[in-house]
């Protein structure tokens, strides 16, 4: 399984982003990542300068949140909708997506990814599939 550290996640997206800047060749995940960061002005400098990215402290206390973060849950997103994985979450977040603009569906979804990443984490155990889709479900019947 992959589990990147934060310095390789934030290299891997600021890697991402010069590449696209520079019009060369995106491999893999790149071209979903960008297609993310796209989506997400804000955070367009920040990856542009690699020294600020890897310096960064996003703190929780401080209400600050961490773009990194932010933009692996997308990609987990876009991950899941490609394989429909959970089984269900595509219709799910087409029945999201019909009511809401996509980017604004995907961000519904990563409200329930988030909280059922951290029930996970709270209760050390593997997310809980069932009650991640019901949560999207929710969303989508508003």
């Not at 990443?117 to 209760?123: F, G, H, K, S, V």
Request: hydrophobic share 45%.
């Amino acid at each position: 399984m992959f589990n990147p550290t934060r310095a390789q996640v934030r290299e891997f997206f600021c890697a991402a982003w010069r590449k696209h800047r520079e019009r060369s060749l995106l491999e893999g995940a790149e071209a979903t990542a960008v297609d993310v960061i796209i989506r997400h002005p804000e955070y367009h400098a920040l990856l542009a300068d690699p020294e600020l990215a890897a310096a960064q402290e996003y703190l929780p206390e401080g209400g600050q949140l961490n773009p990194f973060l932010h933009l692996s849950l997308h990609l987990a997103i876009a991950e899941q909708l490609s394989i429909d994985q959970p089984p269900g979450i595509r219709a799910a977040f087409q029945a999201l997506a019909a009511r809401l603009d996509p980017h604004a569906a995907e961000h519904r979804i990563l409200e329930c990814l988030g909280e059922a990443l951290w029930r996970a984490q709270r209760e050390r155990t593997t997310i809980d599939a069932v009650a991640y889709l019901e949560c999207v479900w929710r969303a989508a019947k508003g």
